[in-house]
């Protein structure tokens, strides 16, 4: 968990550029399956009619799951399917301007001296929940939040001080 922690730190750098973090991120999450492998055919079909306009798509296995990781739109994802082809959980790595309008207000009203760095929406059975990464001039901050806009602190790491 520390490892995935340091490694959002990193991209969502106010310093990088967007296509630093684009290529970085998608590294490093294809990058954490050792083996590349092809899906078969109904799976390639389905993921082609759903994201037609996907770039830079990778293939792995991760134990029974087969795992796509893609970008689209400025935004990266990351998506686990079983072998009936369903959804089992899925990444989406992006920007606050996509977060839905109830998650937005809540994190801004609740940490409106912080700003937003990077989002991660999380789907699985439960639902849909997101993951913001915030920050001061001290401090990185990790919030989680529902879709209704229930937010709650996740964890808070001082800065390195220069």
């Not at 969502?12 to 630093?20: A, D, G, S």
């Not at 079909?45 to 994201?51: G, M, P, Q």
């Not at 001290?138 to 220069?162: C, I, M, P």
Request: charged fraction near 25%; aromatic fraction near 12%.
């Amino acid at each position: 968990m520390k490892r995935i922690t340091f490694l959002r730190v990193a991209v969502f750098h106010p310093m990088l550029t967007v296509k630093r973090i684009a290529l970085v991120a998608l590294m490093v999450f294809c990058s954490q399956s050792s083996l590349f492998a092809a899906p078969n055919e109904a799976l390639l079909r389905l993921f082609n009619h759903t994201f037609p306009e996907a770039q830079y798509i990778r293939w792995t296995e991760d134990g029974a799951l087969d795992v796509v990781c893609f970008v689209q739109d400025d935004s990266q994802y990351r998506i686990w399917y079983d072998k009936q082809c369903t959804l089992v959980y899925s990444l989406r790595y992006c920007g606050e301007n996509e977060l839905p309008l109830t998650v937005l207000r809540a994190v801004k009203k609740k940490y409106r001296d912080r700003h937003i760095e990077g989002v991660t929406e999380i789907t699985n059975r439960a639902g849909v929940s997101y993951e913001v990464l915030l920050s001061d001039a001290n401090k990185w901050y990790s919030v989680t939040s529902t879709v209704s806009g229930n937010v709650a602190l996740k964890y808070s790491l001082k800065k390195q001080q220069e």
